[in-house]
């Protein structure tokens, strides 16, 4: 897939210890985030140990599949020719569980769509092929309605 790497190598490492829990409910199209078993503190990207108490007995919660954009920035200069400009990187919040903090995540949107601080998006996912899946986000998720 143009634009995330797909056909020229540009890979995560799916087997590293701290992530690959990540990457293994990617492929079966799910969510999740790095939990703390200890204080229950969540946190994303995963790390070896817990930001919070320093724990090392973490484990994956799975976390909704919709969001809202934090902020974006346009990438117009071309570094790289597999990934063609302009493209947007965005930073997505998503709230794992009601009342909690919320969580970021990285993502890639083609060009220069039109957003906003708390424009919703919700995860698609992308198959690289040699088994590895992306999530990534889409604008187009529909608005709360007003009652």
Same mark, same amino acid.
């Given at each position: 897939?143009?634009?995330?790497?797909?056909?020229?190598?540009?890979?995560?490492?799916?087997?590293?210890?701290?992530?690959?829990?990540?990457?293994?409910?990617?492929?079966?199209?799910?969510?999740?985030?790095?939990?703390?078993?200890?204080? @229950?503190?969540?946190?994303?990207?995963?790390?070896?140990?817990?930001?919070?108490?320093?724990?090392?007995?973490?484990?994956?919660?799975?976390?909704?599949?919709?969001?809202?954009?934090?902020?974006?920035?346009?990438?117009?200069?071309?570094?790289?020719?597999?990934?063609?400009?302009?493209?947007?990187?965005?930073?997505?919040?998503?709230?794992?569980?009601?009342?909690?903090?919320?969580?970021?995540?990285?993502?890639?949107?083609?060009?220069?769509?039109?957003?906003?601080?708390?424009?919703?998006?919700?995860?698609?996912?992308?198959?690289?092929?040699?088994?590895?899946?992306?999530?990534?986000? @889409?604008?187009?998720?529909?608005?709360?309605?007003?009652?």
């Amino acid at each position: 897939m143009s634009g995330l790497g797909g056909g020229i190598g540009l890979r995560p490492i799916t087997d590293d210890p701290d992530t690959s829990g990540f990457f293994a409910a990617a492929r079966e199209h799910r969510l999740v985030v790095q939990t703390c078993r200890a204080c @229950a503190h969540q946190q994303q990207p995963p790390r070896p140990r817990c930001r919070s108490c320093r724990g090392d007995d973490l484990g994956w919660e799975e976390v909704p599949g919709e969001g809202r954009v934090h902020t974006w920035t346009v990438v117009e200069h071309q570094i790289n020719p597999h990934f063609p400009v302009p493209y947007t990187s965005v930073l997505v919040d998503v709230e794992p569980r009601p009342g909690d903090p919320t969580v970021r995540f990285l993502g890639h949107l083609p060009g220069r769509p039109h957003l906003r601080v708390g424009t919703p998006v919700t995860v698609e996912f992308i198959d690289l092929g040699e088994d590895v899946v992306l999530p990534n986000w @889409a604008v187009g998720a529909s608005e709360p309605s007003a009652t």
